[in-house]
């Protein structure tokens, strides 16, 4: 039987943004606002910093990635040069 | 140095053309991997038969959705991969590119090209699994599908739709029989697929050169899952053809796919079931064996008029062992096809080839798929040889018998002579005709059996050089009519003539 505070909506899920950066609180609220308009879930925003993805963002929710960072755009490059040879 | 001016700047186009924007996915992880078997965590809104991708431009699909986590097998070779690596979903199922550029090439299940000549990228692209037509689409079998072998177009016709399964044990003929039926369909307008799944590379490579030598190439594609290729590319090469098949079919077209063979197709599913640790029934095949048979033959159909009228015909090639056609594969997939051609080593090693044994043998469409001309020779043909064959024990003390009894055996054992064949040799349909003609009116009976089809190869070359019209007759009309008959009569009466005479002189020069 499912506790109720695991039921949908009741526990916000967790969204992990990924910078190089620490962001400042005005750019997390800005972000935590496009968010809600976009997803329209119940959700709770978590700062986190990797390096690896050079720069950009990364917003992470389980497996679902919105990725709008550097590394993704440098590795479709590379895919593209790696198919011409 | 031109080549490669024009390659850079292709590269730069699709530079400038790349959009470097968001990019939304859903991404897991590999847990474990070994096999051809992926065990993936995450992605938890994966869907079943789904693609997903593996880094490298690997790509897998969904087999098993658990609990916590997916079962996928990898396309092609995943040695590159290693547990901890990120796997992407695609929301799209597996597609084969197709176009009519493919006739005359050799392809692996994944559309990528085998042969020397160059690669080329086409257009649109057919699903590997798709329903099959329902019933208000279809049209019933009639037209013929000649494969130019006698004994199958007398007495096992089989037509334009329908699925006719070759089964016998190994070396007995089988990969033959489906040779020269696609080397007879060369101005038949019919588009052959020959799908090897699990052959040896030598085998694949002596096919593919014998149907240039003859050919045949000009008209058949070839799908090539070989023996050394991953257990989930030899699982997808029917999928391919049948996916390819049904590109032409769409188009009104008629298309002969020939699977060689399902025996090794249910090997490699039942390797990729145990790997994903599905439940095993009967021989440790899983239990949806049959489904995966099944689907992929009632893909091979014919559509009616207003869907195209296209069909596809499928044979289908079954390996039995020490001839136990009871097994629990060869029983399934006789009770999905339409009829069965049955070869057996006895006959084989008898001399007897192609070594279809008629009393078992069994076409489901018969008479339907038969011009009027084979149909009036071939009428008795069954009943004949059934006949010769009860009697054939007593053949042995033919000099005791009575001579209607004697003269059913001697009949019986032209017929069986006239029906043997050498490989890679069809003959068009009136030729068929002609030959069975001749045998069951009985003309061959003075004929001794060592000379028959040596007999038979001069009447029809003679034939072609005097009597022209008789061909062109029958292969116009479909009909064997009276005047057609007399002019046969004729041509026989002179050549046998002509045997007689060098029969006594024969026996002249042994008397001297």
Known sequence: MRKKSKQKGLTPTKIIVYSVLALKKQDLKQLEKSLKKLLKINFVLENRIDEEIIGGLKIVSGSKIIDLSLQNQLNKIKKLMLNYG | ?512
């Open chain 2, 1 to 512: 140095m031109a080549k490669n001016l024009l390659k850079l700047d292709n590269f730069y186009k699709k530079l400038t053309a790349l959009k470097l924007e968001v990019e939304v996915y859903e991404e897991g992880k590999i847990i474990s991997l070994g096999d051809g078997i992926a065990k993936i965590s995450g992605l938890n809104e994966a869907m079943y038969n789904e693609l997903l991708l593996f880094p490298q431009n690997t790509y897998g699909l969904v087999f098993n959705l658990e609990k916590k986590s997916i079962g996928a097998i990898i396309i092609g070779n995943d040695s590159h991969l290693k547990a901890g690596d990120p796997v992407r979903r695609t929301s799209r199922i597996l597609e084969i590119p197709v176009g009519k550029e493919l006739i005359g090439r050799v392809i692996n299940p994944l559309g990528q090209f085998l042969d020397e000549k160059p690669p080329l990228s086409l257009k649109e692209t057919m699903p590997l699994e798709k329903i099959a037509p329902g019933i208000i689409e279809r049209q019933p079998v009639n037209t013929p599908l000649q494969t130019g072998i006698k004994a199958i177009d007398s007495m096992i016709p089989i037509g334009r739709g329908q699925r006719e399964l070759i089964i016998g044990d190994r070396g007995t003929g089988k990969t033959t029989i489906v040779i020269d039926t696609i080397i007879n369909q060369k101005n038949e307008n019919v588009i052959c697929i020959y799908v090897a799944i699990g052959q040896r590379v030598s085998k694949i490579a002596k096919i593919i050169q014998k149907l240039k030598d003859f050919g045949a190439l000009e008209h058949t594609i070839v799908i090539c899952a070989n023996a050394s290729d991953s257990a989930s590319l030899q699982y997808l090469a029917p999928f391919s053809g049948a996916a390819i098949g049904e590109y032409f079919m769409k188009q009104g077209k008629d298309v002969l796919i020939a699977y060689d063979d399902l025996s090794k197709h249910a090997w490699a599913y039942r390797q990729l079931s145990l790997l994903l640790k599905r439940p095993s029934g009967r021989e440790a095949y899983p239990g949806d064996v049959f489904y995966l048979h099944s689907r992929l033959l009632e893909r091979a159909c014919r559509l009616n008029d207003k869907f195209g009228g296209g069909s596809i015909t499928a044979l289908p090639i079954i390996e039995t062992q020490a001839g136990d056609v009871s097994a629990y594969i060869p029983t399934n997939v006789i009770s999905i096809t339409d009829g069965q051609i049955y070869l057996e080593p006895d006959l084989f090693f008898a001399g007897i080839r192609p070594a279809i044994n008629p009393g078992i043998s069994v076409s489901r469409v018969g008479g339907a798929a038969q011009i009027k001309a084979m149909k009036k020779v071939a009428g008795m043909l069954r009943l004949d040889l059934s006949q010769y064959r009860e009697l054939a024990a007593f053949a042995q003390f033919s000099t005791d018998l009575d001579p209607a009894t004697k003269a059913k055996i001697e009949r019986g054992a032209r017929i069986t002579e006239i029906l043997k064949q050498a490989e890679n040799q069809p003959l068009k349909v009136e030729e068929e005709v002609v030959s069975l003609w001749c045998a069951t009116k009985g003309f061959l009976d003075k004929i001794p059996l060592e000379k028959i089809s040596q007999f038979e190869k001069e009447f029809l070359e003679f034939l072609k050089k005097n009597k022209r019209n008789v061909f062109e007759k029958i292969r116009k009309s479909k009909d064997l009519d009276t005047e057609t008959e007399k002019e046969l009569t004729k041509a026989m009466t002179q050549l046998l003539s002509f045997y007689q005479e060098e029969e006594k002189e024969e026996e002249k020069e042994e008397l001297s």
